[in-house]
């Protein structure tokens, strides 16, 4: 296991930890009051080649490995969770889809700006009636003259509506297989494209400074050559997408987590109650030390998983492991951190206030804890 980081990843880190502290942590709660997309953090955040981490450098990347993001998202996270989901969101469900299953042609076309944080992809999966049931597609792709022309709805989209969104992939449904199921594909559609229509953002219990939209599609129509990968195998695909993205998930919610210690140990340190630090008594110490048990855990966990992708074995169980320990441990540690800043807790200048009600989320995007849980007990042969 990657107990400890090379001099590289480290060198990175260290970046990373100074770009959320001194730039990020200033800023980020009036965009989260406003829910105001930060666009200035993410411009430097690309010129800082973060976007570009996992990209090799022909398309304009770093050519760097998946520990290498996961790494910059634990550190992002540990801040702020929108900051750091736009940068996730962007690179497992922006970049992967192309850079994995995309043409020659759609790589040189669309990677570099995406790799440079110019611009935003986004992952059309999620609809209303289909969300942990993603095989429940409606979305519709036909072929006509040339284009598919797609019809349906995607829902609950990450960087799907910024200024600076180039397209989105979805899923969609192009005919019967022989079995009489779903032949689902996966489809780029530029933004802008006639026919595609951004809804306004949501209103959100959290991540308020990050992205997210229902689409909409009808008789919207792109060429044939923006199938991604093969045709009928756009499910397959993403499935894979999802199993990257729940390592790079679990990075981000332990940076939560670890975010919560970090903020709790100063307050206890800092906070006075009966003539003493609250941090001498025993109750808040066993409240603290069961929060950094649970972050090392979960960082062990999603190492683990990067570890065995990285050599190119199976690691959909230990994806699922990381994402299931590492969520768990961003909600409870936000819910005794909270417990901990007691009435300031719930005051939303506060790092906890926001981690608090951030955290939920990661126990449901990218697949729930539910289906983390299945996931593990099929590859135990149940």
Known sequence: MIMQLSEEHEALRATVEDFAQKEVAPAIA????????????????????????????????????????CVALEELGRVD?????????????????????GSDEQKQRWLPDLAAGKALGGFGLTEAGGGSDAGATRTT???????????????????????????????????????GKKEISAILVPSGTVGFTVAPSYSKVGW????????????????????????GKGYGQFLSILDEGRIAIAALATGAAQGCVDESVRYAHERQAFGAAIGTYQAIQFKIAEMESRTVAARLAWHDAAEK??????????????????????????????????????????????????????????????????????????
């Open 208 to 231: 308020n400074a990050s992205d997210t939209h229902e689409l909409a599609f009808s008789d919207c129509r792109v060429p044939e050559e923006n199938l991604v990968g093969q045709r």
């Open 141 to 179: 792709a036909t072929q006509d003259a040339g284009d598919w022309v797609i019809n349906g709805s995607k829902a609950f989209i990450t960087n799907s509506g910024t200024r600076i969104t180039s397209h989105v992939t979805v899923t969609a449904v192009t005919d019967k297989r022989d079995d």
């Open 30 to 69: 009036d965009f989260y009051i406003r829910e105001e997309f930060p666009y200035d953090l993410v411009a430097t955040m690309g010129e800082m080649g973060l976007f570009g981490l996992p990209v090799p450098e022909e398309y304009g990347g770093m050519g760097g490995d998946y520990v290498a993001l």
């Open 309 to 382: 992708m990285a050599a190119g074995k199976s690691f959909t169980k230990e994806a699922a492991i990381a994402k299931l320990l590492s969520s768990n441990a961003a909600m409870d540690n936000a819910r005794e951190a909270t417990q901990i800043f007691g009435g300031y807790g719930f005051m939303n200048e506060y790092p906890v206030a926001r981690h608090y009600r951030d955290s939920k989320i990661l126990e449901i995007g990218e697949g729930t804890s539910e289906v983390q849980k299945m996931l593990i007990a099929r590859r135990l042969g149940l």
């Open 81 to 101: 969770q929108s900051v750091a989901i736009t940068l996730e969101a962007g690179v497992s469900l922006g970049i992967m889809p192309i850079q994995r299953f």
